[in-house]
């Protein structure tokens, strides 16, 4: 393997000089909140569809996603193809009804939907989710630059940090979306050059099917149990999670063709991630069966060298230069999904938090200050999260796996159903997140269950609640007694499943307290049933008529003449922005070749720069003429509405 040079420090440093060139570039467009948060609804729906597939990859694909792909072999592959199938599901169940909802985010439709309760409930839940999760994904950057360069891990860390926050900070989520297609480009041709010259190394992906065991639905990587029912989960939470997950890149298209067209795209591109992210790690366990003698992965044995099997591909393959576009890539997914969740958790904090609660006569310029206030702070938090997440033995995939699934479920249910389900009462969304959280937490920290039993229950009984609780509250009204005999057969029959299947202990609590809690919380689900049902009887005629309207909005579609091009929204042009920087940064990449080529390196960075300029031309040519098709249907529409 080689060590990376002076040529690879060169690309990384002038991929961050140009990811802060973007974002200078959109500060001068953002004038107001609505810009900043969603594009003023102009951003073109292959933009937004290449930004929602690359808000799901960072450094953690690379290195947690890699070593657990090198650990479970074909179980992994499985699971990376659930992504494709169910993002193209859920868009095309929720993409229409939140482009009707006009909504930004998510906890910005709860309001609306619900109530003031559930839209900052909901907000703390949704932001600590995504933070912890970036505190993860930055970790991992650490984790892998740091060894690779010679760097200090926490220098990483923090030079990392600042610079994905101060692009996001300036231009956000025309920045974030620009700089994604971009990102997208240098990553997708990074790793279709690596995945075959992997497979050559073990004589194609005959050879390595032979190579490997059948594919097994048991699993236990570091210390945690993976079946399954972990795949099927995993599924559940992302297909339900799409309208929350990608409510920001629906609203910023300017209609509902569009809005599906971005989840079509984002499923689309999802297909390539079984082959480019999956087989690499793969070539390695079959070259590299025992990393423990291997001398690029000695000084992390303990620490799970796995993780870096990836790069240690790259190291092998690539030439000097090349690295550095790989390392680049690497920054690039991570600065990618980190910045789309500066992006929207700044959002939630401003406009639902801030504007919402504290200072609601807050103006539009106004929150666009606050945004970027917190998204510094944001920033500050994710970098110290990281630089914890980083030397922790519970490894990088199992962190990103713990808050996923028991984050998400509680959160899904309302927002995905809340579209679907016109008499559930307002307190019904409350209901199901503290049911949700409760359950997950009591089975997977107090009784020790796999993640796959532990999303299954916490579904049913977060589905459960939120689906009858018109029900239960009109038996609150008539029945008092009926409702207080399910409460108890309720908590009776969680207390028996609870108590009689405690599999471990992974808080390490006394036994004694364990078996307390496995009660305790059959007992809140139980009594909270009846506070909650009071909760959903006080609705009244009124309030079901703020619904009623709700649901009336999302029986009309989008006005496109009158709410989007009628808003005199600028019509900015991305095609030949991004075409043509695809273009340069390809033909730069051809300075490489002034550099000491290994035999086999030169035509590997000949396709790469081929793919590059190819691809930047098709988007100049082909997105001009779609811009000019668009610019006459703005001045078309913006007519009709004056």
Known sequence: MKAVNIYDYLV???????????????????????????????????????????????????????????????????????????????????????RRTRSISPVEYTYTRFNFTTQQFLSLVIATN???????????????LAPVMGLDITMVALVTGVVIL??????????????????????????????????????????????????????????????????????????????????????????????????????????????VFGVPPLVAKVIWPDLSQIDFFKPYVGSNPQDLVFIGLCLKLLPNGLIGVFLAAMLAATMSALSSVYNMVSSIMSRDIYQGWVRPETTDVELLKVGRAFSVALGLIVTTLAIIFVNSQFGIFNWMQAFFTLLNIPVVVPTAFGLLFRRVPKWSA????????????????????????????????????????????????????????????????????????????????????????????????????VGFARLFALETEDQRKVVEEFFKKLDTPIDVAREVFGAGKKQISTFPLVGSTTIVI?????????????????????????????????????????????????????????
């Open 12 to 98: 990384v440093v002038a991929y961050f000089l140009f990811m802060l060139g973007i974002g200078l570039y959109f500060m001068k467009i953002n004038k107001s909140g609505k810009e900043y948060f969603a594009g003023g609804s102009m951003i073109p729906w292959w933009v937004s569809g290449m930004t929602l597939y690359m808000a799901n990859f960072s450094a953690w694909t690379f290195t947690g996603a890699a070593g657990f792909a090198y650990a479970t072999g074909w179980f992994a592959i499985l699971y990376f193809a659930t992504w494709s199938v169910a993002y193209y599901v859920g868009s095309q169940i929720t993409a229409s009804k939140w």
């Open 130 to 144: 995504f933070t912890l999760s970036a505190g993860v994904q930055l970790a991992a950057t650490c984790k892998l």
């Open 166 to 275: 101060l692009y996001t900070f300036m231009g956000g989520l025309w920045a974030v979306s620009v700089t994604d297609v971009v990102q997208g480009v240098i990553l997708l041709s990074i790793t279709f050059i690596v995945m075959p010259l992997a497979l050559d190394l073990v004589g194609g992906p005959v050879k390595l099917i032979e190579a490997l065991p059948a594919v097994s639905f048991d699993h236990t990587y570091n210390g945690v149990h993976y079946t399954e029912h972990w795949l099927i989960s995993i599924f559940i939470i992302m297909c339900l999670g799409t309208a929350a997950g990608a409510a920001q890149r629906f609203y910023s298209v300017k209609d509902e063709k569009d809005a599906k067209r971005v989840g079509k795209l984002a499923g689309g591109l999802f297909l390539t991630v079984p082959l």
């Open 430 to 529: 409350v209901a199901s997140i503290t049911w949700g959280l409760i359950v997950g937490v009591t089975a997977r920290y107090i009784l020790g269950w796999d993640i796959g039993p532990q999303v299954y229950l916490a579904f049913v009984m977060t589905f459960g609640i939120f689906s009858t609780s018109y029900l239960t509250g009109q038996l609150y009204r008539t029945r008092k007694g009926l409702l207080g005999l399910i409460a108890l057969v309720i908590a009776l029959v969680m207390g028996w499943l609870f108590s009689t299947t405690i599999i471990g202990n992974p808080l390490e609590l006394d036994p004694d307290l364990q078996k307390a809690l496995a009660y305790i919380s059959p007992l809140i689900l139980g009594a909270s049933l």
């Open 586 to 642: 390809g033909l730069l990449m051809s300075l490489i070749f002034l550099t000491d080529i290994p035999g086999g390196g030169a035509p590997i960075l000949g396709v790469m720069i081929t793919i590059m300029v190819v691809f930047g031309a098709a988007m100049w040519y082909f997105g001009k003429k779609s811009e000019i098709r668009t610019a006459a249907q703005y001045e078309q529409k913006t007519g009709e509405a004056g």
